[in-house]
Each structure stands twice: as structure tokens, then as C-alpha cells.
T-cell receptor, first 111, second 116 residues
């Protein structure tokens, strides 16, 4: 049973064309939701942690939001250097709080 | 501190051989995690340590896999009798227990294993 589903799998944007990535989750009692960026051949790089519905976090052109069922990563006026795979992970209730990752959204921003 | 270091970056091995990977976490982090990632998939949890104690292992971690973290510092992941299905990126991450994930996990750049 998938706990985390990310959509779309791939997204191509023109530079400056804003869009949103989706992460839907099925765990109840969410402990935390993480967003990571991963460049080819590298490990994931931490972006944000969200804990409760209504929470928002921003960093440069990225803004993450959280509801009770999903999270969005909004990308405003993207640049080619924003091209990467964006991963979402959720922390379910339990002793170890090990996060479960989604498959990611591969974003390509064309100049 | 330069972050989480993994060695080697790439490893090509013949099927049936044993391989060992090393991870050096951020020095003040007491938790260390191993993940495996295949193309087009997100990282899959394998195991984690708090200090030197291995506290959890995934069902993905077959008997051919073993991990250690002597003295609660660096960690090694060994795969015995490698199979082609073991080909993947092996990622190590570290964190500070009790931080509630406020700063997420810090990942290394991974070891890319290819079994031929």
C-alpha cells in the first residue's frame, strides 16, 4: 500500500512558467512531511519540513503547503537551475519515525 | 564539517562477489540511515542506527546484507554474494535524534553499485 503518491511523474516548464507539484499521502496522524531536491547522481538535499495542515514554508522560488491529505510544492517563475527531481517523504506515527519517500517528480525547466 | 561522506562513489562488481560501502556521517549526528534507490524510484529505507545500536531493519534487507556502526561513528554496509538485482544507488543519511526532523536528514552523495 503506497503511503505517498507524487504527481506528475515528469513536468516540463518554460523558464518563468509557474506550476505546482503534488504529494498526496494516506497516513493518519502525520508526524511530518519533507520535501527534498535531488540532482542527477547526487543524494537528496533537504528543502522543507511541514507538520500541520495550513502550514507553509518558503525558500527562494519554492513554497510548500500542507493540507490534511496532500502537500504542494509551488514553483514561481522557475529558472533552468531549478531542474531536478523533487521528492516528498512522510513520517508516519511509530517509534522510529522513519520517513517513506514517494517516487518523485522530475522537473525540467527550459530556457 | 563537510557533511555526509560516502565511499566509494562508484563500484562495479561481478555477480557473486562481496562488496562493502562506507559512510561517515556529520560528526554531531547520532542517527545514521541506509537507503537504496533505483532509477525512477524514491529512496527505500534499509536500516538505521542510533549511536552504535542498530534499531530497525527493513524487510528489504535480506540475509546477504549486513550493516555495522562500531563506536557510533562511521558505518559500513556489506552485501555478500551480490546479485544483479542489487544494482542501485546506496544512500547514507544522518540526523540528530530529538530534533523532530526540523532540518530533515542530511544525505551523502551515494555509492552507485553495478553488478555485472
Amino acid at each position: 500500500e503506497d503511503q505517498v503518491t507524487q504527481s506528475p511523474e515528469a513536468l516540463r516548464l518554460q523558464e518563468g512558467e509557474s506550476s505546482s507539484l503534488n504529494c498526496s499521502y494516506t497516513v493518519s496522524g502525520l508526524r511530518g512531511l519533507f520535501w527534498y531536491r535531488q540532482d542527477p547522481g547526487k543524494g537528496p538535499e533537504f528543502l522543507f519540513t511541514l507538520y500541520s495542515a495550513g502550514e507553509e514554508k518558503e525558500k527562494e522560488r519554492l513554497k510548500a503547503t500542507l493540507t490534511k491529505k496532500e502537500s504542494f510544492l509551488h514553483i514561481t517563475a522557475p529558472k533552468p537551475e531549478d531542474s531536478a527531481t523533487y521528492l516528498c517523504a512522510v513520517q508516519a506515527p511509530g517509534g522510529s519515525y522513519i520517513p517513506t519517500f514517494g517516487r518523485g517528480t522530475s522537473l525540467i525547466v527550459h530556457p | 564539517d563537510t557533511g555526509v561522506s560516502q565511499d566509494p562513489r562508484h563500484k562495479i562488481t561481478k555477480r557473486g562477489q562481496n562488496v562493502t560501502f562506507r559512510c561517515d556521517p556529520i560528526s554531531e549526528h547520532n542517527r545514521l540511515y541506509w537507503y537504496r534507490q533505483t532509477l525512477g524510484q524514491g529512496p527505500e529505507f534499509l536500516t538505521y542506527f542510533q549511536n552504535e545500536a542498530q534499531l530497525e531493519k527493513s524487510r528489504l534487507l535480506s540475509d546477504r546484507f549486513s550493516a555495522e556502526r562500531p563506536k557510533g561513528s562511521f558505518s559500513t554496509l556489506e552485501i555478500q554474494r551480490t546479485e544483479q538485482g542489487d544494482s542501485a544507488m546506496y544512500l547514507c543519511a544522518s540526523s540528530l535524534a530529538g530534533s523532530k526532523g526540523n532540518y530533515g536528514y542530511t544525505f551523502g552523495s551515494g555509492t552507485r553499485l553495478t553488478v555485472v
